[in-house]
């Protein structure tokens, strides 16, 4: 995610958080909504394993609770973005896109299996975890929200880094 935001705006979303246009929210696993900036803070900077590994009977008792809390955070600050994508797999799409339901707003959830992936790294190696796999749809998502200049530079920075890409 990071390694998306960074190629498509030039600006780390945790380096440079004051000036990056992209403003990330995690889903931490035991608390919710977790803006990047706060993710120092206790409660949030406590490592507590993610909802991929909870067992299915504690996953579907906390899910709700997950997504509605998730829910609350896009309907408070929503009106705040000009757009919002979710970069989540797994057991954590399935709470964002019932937090989506429960907010009444539709937003992109990447990665599309099916979609553009990277084939290889700047390295020259296949990546083998879905976010090295699929950041490349984030990018895209966030360089079509950019104007003419900056998706410009955007495209140098993605071919400048040395990933090759097949849908």
């Known amino acids: ?6 190629v498509a705006t030039g600006l780390d979303p945790w380096k440079d958080f004051d000036r ?5 929210v995690v889903l931490a696993s035991r608390v919710g909504p ?3 900036e706060l993710q120092d803070i206790w409660p949030l900077n406590v490592s507590s394993g993610g909802v991929k590994h909870f067992g299915d009977e504690y996953y579907w008792e ?6 509605g809390r998730m829910a609350e955070y896009i309907t408070t ?3 705040h973005y000009e757009r919002i994508a979710t970069f989540t797999q797994g057991r954590y799409a399935d709470v964002m896109y019932e937090a989506a339901e429960i907010a009444g707003v539709q937003f992109p959830i990447f990665p599309d299996e099916a979609g553009e992936r990277i084939t290889r790294n700047a390295h020259g190696n296949a990546p083998r975890t879905y976010w090295q796999k699929f950041w490349i749809q984030l ?3 966030i360089v079509s929200w950019l104007d003419p200049p900056a998706q410009k530079a955007a495209a140098k920075r993605l071919a400048e880094s040395g990933v090759s890409t097949a849908k």
């Open 1 to 6: 995610m990071r390694k998306a935001i960074a």
């Open 34 to 36: 977790a803006p990047y």
């Open 62 to 67: 906390v899910r709700p609770t997950l997504a």
């Open 77 to 79: 600050h929503g009106p």
């Open 20 to 24: 990056c246009p992209a403003h990330v």
């Open 139 to 141: 990018y895209r998502e």
